[in-house]
């Protein structure tokens, strides 16, 4: 699966953009995350992971803290994904017009 | 926090056509059917049979599927022929907090028409009730209609 889709089946889950939203405040352990959100701890390992599988997330071993903090790589193959879904579909556009413009016959001069 | 973190900056793009304003905005709005690849940029993928850019402020660009439901994709906030449009994008979600396009049409010689294509509205955007929990949900919505845009259109 490309990356970018890999951070869209992330955000595609509400919870997870809770996390991510939270995250974005700064790092945060697992319990400090399940502490603030209405999912057991379990539940939130997991989202963890599948976040940390997509590149949103980035986990750091500091000291006696764990903590997950926000990766951009992951926020930029989102973006990566928009610019192509824009390129292919003003490619389709300009084409249009150019076939619009060399289909219409040219206009005789006048005498 | 560093400012493109999380959120995505609008994305810009530039074409240039061989027409003159007048039919560079018209191709692009009402003959939209004979260009959009709905293939690959639809709701119904394999289902959508058609798109129609509804004209004036507050028409709507709708998706006809196969089975002749409909799907909303955004709805025209500034209609303003030659030069400009700008409509809500949402793709057939409610528009609740919508990102935006505009797409301006400016002519830099005669016949030709430099198209500028601008979509915003992604970053984050707190509303004062739910910043005071931390949890901004105008973002939420915003990248959760992206998902779901973006898992139909693949």
Not at chain 1, 79 to 105: K, N, P
Not at chain 2, 42 to 67: K, M, N, R, W, Y
Request: aromatic letters at 8%; charged letters at 25%.
């Amino acid at each position: 699966m490309e990356t970018y889709e890999a951070v869209l089946e992330a955000l595609g889950d509400r919870t997870r953009r809770q996390i991510v939203h939270r995250l974005r405040s700064g790092p945060l352990s697992v319990g400090e995350l399940a502490a603030a959100l209405p999912v057991s701890r379990p539940a939130v390992s997991q989202h963890l992971s599948v976040l940390r599988r997509s590149g949103l997330v980035a986990y750091e071993e500091a000291g006696t803290r764990n903590v997950y903090r926000l990766d951009p790589a992951g926020i930029g193959e989102l973006r990566t994904w928009l610019d192509g879904f824009w390129d292919a579909a003003l490619d389709r556009y300009a084409q249009q017009v150019r076939d619009d413009t060399g289909s219409r016959a040219p206009r005789p001069p006048r005498d | 926090m560093p400012a493109n973190l999380t959120s995505i900056e609008p994305v810009r793009k530039t074409v240039t056509v061989p027409a003159a304003p007048p039919r560079a905005f018209e191709l692009f709005t009402r003959h939209i059917h004979e260009w959009w690849p709905l293939a690959t940029h639809s709701v119904g993928i394999e289902q959508a049979a058609g798109v129609a850019f509804g004209e004036g402020p507050g028409g709507q660009i709708v998706e006809t599927l196969t089975d002749g439901t409909t799907s909303v994709w955004g709805t025209v906030t500034d209609w303003e022929p030659p030069h400009r449009v700008a409509f809500t994008w949402h793709a057939g979600t409610p528009a609740a907090e919508a990102t935006r396009v505009e797409v301006t049409f400016t002519e830099d010689e005669p016949g030709r028409t430099v198209v500028l294509l601008v979509h915003s509205g992604w970053q984050h955007r707190p509303d004062a009730a739910s910043a005071r929990e931390g949890y901004h949900e105008g973002w939420d919505q915003v990248i959760g209609r992206y998902a779901e845009l973006a898992a139909a259109a693949r």
